[in-house]
Each structure stands twice: as C-alpha cells, then as structure tokens.
C-alpha cells in the first residue's frame, strides 16, 4: 500500500507532528512518502527524508504553498494522490484546513482524528469530546486520514530517502495572505511539551499567568490555558486546551484555577500525571487527577514555584 | 448580499453521553438536544452582518430528522430571516452533507456561507473544507474575526501558532470559532414571531442523495476512564509525590 502524508512544518522547519503521523502509517503500509508542500523548505524535506519508515519525499517549493493556502494545498493533493491509496496528516489547524478538501475533491469521506489503526479499514476515533469511542471502518477506494498525534509516538530519524522536486505550481488565487501574528515563546510547544502548566479563570487576569510561567521554566514546561482564560481575554488563543482547542498529553499536567469542564478535559485527560490545584473540593478536575491539593493558588503556587 | 448557515442538531454541550450497552452507539434518549455551539455562533454572525447592513437576508439549512425543525426555529428566532429542512432519517457522512448543501446553495446563490467549526457529537471538522471545494469557494476556516469589503471578505483565523488573516474573494466559505462572537438569547417575542417565518421541507432522497455513508460505525466504546487519586494536604507533599512516586520532575 502506498502512503502520502503530508508534512507539518513552519519557518522552515519539521515538525514532530510528521514523525508520529509516519508511525502511524507503519501500521498500514510500507511505501511512505511524504509531501513537503511550501515556499523555501528545502530544509524540511530534508528532515522529513530522515525519518525512519520513510522512502521517498516530494518537496513543492513554491511562493503559491507559503502559507499553506487550503485551496492551493488542496489542489495539489488531489492532483497527486492519484497514486496513493492513502492520504494523512496530523490533525493540527493545518491539517484540519486543507485535509477535507482534499477528500472532497477525491469524492471520498475524511476519516479525523484516528488514535489507532485497528485494520487496513478500520480506525479508532474519539467522539463527543472524547466521552465515546468509535470503530470505524470505511470502503472508500481512497482514504484520507487525520491523525491525533498525541496517540501515537514520534518515528526515529536516521535513513536518507530520496528527495524529489515537484514543478506543480497550482495558484487557484480566490485566497490571499495578509498577515499574522504568531506567538513567540522560549518554551516549548504545548503539543511538545512533557509538562504543562494551565491555568483557568481562577487566574483572575493574564498578568497573574506570569506566577505559571516561572513555574513552567523551573520544570522546562508550557503553559496552557482553559477556554475561560483565553476567553475572558488573560491569554492567548494558541494557549487553549481542549476538545476545541489543543490536544496534550505530557507526561504531567498541573491545572491551575481549572475546573475541569468536559470540553476541558478532553483535551488534556491523556496525560500521564495530572496534578489538580483548586479551591473548590468539589471541582470535577479531581475525579481525574492523580494529586489533587485543595487550596487558594495564590497562596501556594509561589510555594511551589520556590521548591522546585 | 445573502449568507447561508448551515447548522445542526446535536446534543446539548452540558450533557455528558452514556455509551448503549450494547457498543451499538451513544445512547441519546431523552437528552436535550440544542444547536452545535458553533453554529449558534454562525446564526448570530449573519444576523449581525444583516443588522449592521452588509447583508440582506440569512437563510438557515439543517439536514436531519424531523426533529431538526425545533433548532431551526430557534435560529429564526435568533434572527435569521428564512429556514430550510433537507429531511433524511439516515446518518450521512460530512460528504453527504455536504453535497446536500451544494445543492442548497446551487438554488440559493447565497454570497457568503458560514458554518460552525466542528460538530460537538461527531467532532467532525469537515463539512466546510468540503463545501468549500465542491463549489470551488475559497474557505476561511476557524475565524475569530469576519470583515467584509470590496466583494471580499477578510477573516481572521485562530491556527496552532496565533492568528493569521486571509483575504477571500466572494462567495466563500467560512467556519465559526468560539471568539467570533457571544451569541444573543432570543427574547420571547422573537420566539413567536419565529413561529410565523418561512420554513421550507424538503427530502434528501429527492435531492439526489445517498442513503448510506462509506464509513460505517462498528461499534462505539467508552473510552479508559481515570480514577480520582490522592488529595494531598501540602505543597510539599505534592512536590515530594511528584519526585518520588510519580517520577515526573
Ligand atoms: C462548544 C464549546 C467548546 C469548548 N471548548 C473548550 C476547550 O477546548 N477548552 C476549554 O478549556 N474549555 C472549552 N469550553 C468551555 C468549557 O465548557 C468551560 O466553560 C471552561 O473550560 C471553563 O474554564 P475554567 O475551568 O477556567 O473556568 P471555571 O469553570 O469558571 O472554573 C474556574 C475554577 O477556578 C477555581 N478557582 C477560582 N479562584 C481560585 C483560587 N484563587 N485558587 C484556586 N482555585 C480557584 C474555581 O474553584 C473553579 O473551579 C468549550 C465550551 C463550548 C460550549
Ligand atoms: N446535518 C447538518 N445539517 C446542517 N449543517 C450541518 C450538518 N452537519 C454539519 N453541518 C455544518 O457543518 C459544521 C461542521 O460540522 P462537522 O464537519 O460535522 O464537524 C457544523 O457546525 C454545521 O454548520
């Protein structure tokens, strides 16, 4: 079976996001390639061929990819998964994007969000905010996928697969790239991280996130947010965990001011640890939570923070 | 200037889902059912765009069983101006659906169609992206900001690194995110009134649509449930258990 997967990269880079998709597709087949789709990522799809499990890459390097436009993106996709019998990538804000275009365009159904390959056309996959799980198994001659790369562990580097020059340049020009505003942080992504930090609305405002930030550095950690934090403006969009949100699960998750809305958990209930800090014995977070301590966090986070 | 919205029936989003016995599916008798929080969001962007004069007529669609009707009243009861029912007693897939809605737009030539971003039951994320590419629209999914001008629309999107800000030319394809707006409660005169506005039937089979989905649901588990801890009485203690029991700092 042969595999397309479409890689995650930003400035340039690889993202790991790629590396557990490709794990992802060893339980499929084992003809993988991997479509670095951009403008001047040379430098990713030399990574992308490092990666173990990997045997070939087609790089597109053109001003039409940069921004990873869903209806250019889309479009080349299509044009290529002639040859494939199946289509992945992470299901990351990218991915989500341009992924069901891609299956429309084939005329076949987009499969989201799989945390595990049960059979060639079978896969697992969370549903009304991860409280159910469902089999699923499709008949489409083509299956596009996308994976929750939580669920599945980043493939090693070390090979070197051929690299290949694509010259399709497809320019639908019914999108235009006007600005953005990325968050530029030393710490490491949410998605990455092995521990989080978050904090909720019990935070009060964004000024007091700063108690967490000096706690994430001490652990070399993130920090990430409740939809109510981010909402009542305290943070960020990017910092939001959730059904809607992010998808984590570092090896300990400490929930500040959370108090543990089904959406909210969601995102975060696959962590390895979670540690609960509230105020309320009765907030749902500790029904999860491996460590729960009741208390004021103004009071003990700066404790906390000392003793690490 | 007409905008679409599309919405759906799906169950409340306080409401935690038992799975059946069985595994057959989640068990969702006697639930409060209600619109997808996103696409309430979507109904309260058009009714604003008409309000502040940009457009002229928000026409809501959901496709679904009969039951449906009550979240489109409610959404006529938002604001929205006109509803249509595409009736199926099937669960189509996001493909299915999202033909349905071609067909839809192919009669209505709305200008712009906005959607919700995910479905809280299927957690799908898809029927936009797809709509988008049948009718060959531009998209601008998971939009915090909407702002149109000059037979185009500028969104801005709320994606893994921050926000980034697309300019789309007209008729497009835009999803909801949560901090588009803060939906209004519709006031009980306009839940009368909604009562009186136009709602269209119609049936999916005579709109040409498949009655099975090529992906099929074999069966629909709860997923390993956590158990509560320890609670512990200190900071200290929490440090200590972290360092020696969990091994996790
Ligand atoms: C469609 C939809 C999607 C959603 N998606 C997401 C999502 O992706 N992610 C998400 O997080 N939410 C999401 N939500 C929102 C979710 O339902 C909750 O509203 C939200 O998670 C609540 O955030 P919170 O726990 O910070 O706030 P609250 O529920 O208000 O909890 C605050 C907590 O802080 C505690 N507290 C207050 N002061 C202190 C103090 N001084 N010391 C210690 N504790 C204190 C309180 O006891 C309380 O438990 C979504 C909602 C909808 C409708
Ligand atoms: N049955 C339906 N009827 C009308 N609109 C729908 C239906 N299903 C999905 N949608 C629209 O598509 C959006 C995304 O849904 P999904 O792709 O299922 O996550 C929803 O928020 C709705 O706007």
Do not use: W
């Amino acid at each position: 079976m042969t595999i397309l997967i479409i890689a995650e990269h930003a400035q340039g880079e690889l993202k790991p996001e790629t590396n557990k998709v490709v794990t992802a597709s060893l339980a499929l087949g084992s003809e993988i390639h991997v479509l670095v789709a951009g403008y001047d990522c040379k430098q990713a799809a030399e990574s992308a061929a490092a990666i173990l499990g990997v045997t070939r890459v087609l790089i597109a390097d053109k001003p039409a990819y940069q921004y990873q436009l869903a209806e250019n993106v889309a479009a080349l996709v299509a044009e290529l998964a002639g040859g494939y019998e199946y289509v992945l990538a992470a299901a990351t804000t990218s991915g989500k994007n341009f992924m069901p275009r891609v299956a429309a365009l084939l005329d076949v159904e987009q499969i989201s969000d799989i945390i595990a390959v049960e059979a060639a056309d079978t896969f697992k996959r969370p549903v009304y905010a991860g409280n159910a799980i469902a089999t699923v198994q499709s008949t489409d001659h083509k299956k596009v996928i996308t994976v929750r790369t939580t669920a599945f562990d980043a493939a090693e580097v070390g090979e070197s697969a051929p690299v290949e020059y694509l010259e399709t340049d497809i320019d639908m020009g019914v999108s235009t790239f006007v600005a953005e505003t990325l968050t530029v942080s030393e710490r490491p992504e949410l998605t990455a991280a092995s521990i989080i930090i978050s904090g909720g609305r019990g935070m009060q405002n964004g000024d007091n996130f700063a108690m967490l930030e000096s706690v994430a550095d001490k652990l070399g950690g993130a920090v990430g947010a409740s939809r109510a934090a981010v909402d009542a403006g305290f943070v960020s969009n990017d910092m939001q965990v959730g059904q809607t949100g992010k998808i984590v699960a570092p090896d300990l998750y400490i929930a500040v001011g959370i108090s543990g809305a089904i959406q909210h958990l969601a995102g975060m209930k696959d962590s390895k640890v979670i540690v609960a800090i509230n105020k309320d014995e009765d907030a749902p977070i500790f029904q999860v939570a491996d460590y729960g301590l009741v208390a004021d966090l103004f009071d003990v986070i700066p404790v906390l923070e000392s003793q690490l | 200037m007409k905008i679409l919205v599309p919405i759906k029936r799906v169950i409340d989003y306080n409401v935690k889902v038992r799975v059946k016995p069985d595994c057959s599916d989640v068990d969702l008798s006697n639930t409060k059912m209600a619109i997808n929080p996103f696409c309430e969001i979507a109904v309260e962007e058009a009714v604003r765009l008409r309000e502040s004069g940009v457009a002229t007529e928000v026409v809501v669609v959901s496709i679904g069983e009969k039951a449906c009707q009550e979240q489109i009243r409610t959404a006529l009861a938002l604001g929205a101006d006109r509803g249509i029912h595409i009736e199926t007693s099937s669960n189509l897939g996001s493909l299915q659906i999202a033909k349905l809605l071609k067909s839809v737009q192919l009669e209505e030539q709305a200008d712009l169609i906005i959607l919700g971003k995910q479905s809280i039951d299927s957690d799908n994320n898809q029927t936009g992206q797809m709509l988008a590419a049948l009718m060959g629209m531009p998209q601008g999914t998971f939009a915090s900001k909407l702002e149109l001008a000059d037979g185009k629309v500028a969104v801005t999107r709320e994606v893994d690194g921050g926000l980034q800000t697309l300019s789309l030319t007209l008729p497009a394809v835009v999803t909801t995110d949560l901090r588009l707006n803060e939906p209004r409660y519709a006031s009980l005169p306009n839940i009368m009134k909604a009562k009186r506005k136009p709602l269209d039937v119609k049936s999916a089979v005579e709109l040409g649509a498949a009655t099975t989905s090529s992906v099929k649901v074999l069966k629909v588990e709860e997923p390993a449930t956590r158990t509560a801890g320890v609670m512990v009485e200190s900071v200290e203690a929490l440090v200590d258990k972290l360092k020696t029991e969990a091994k996790v700092i």
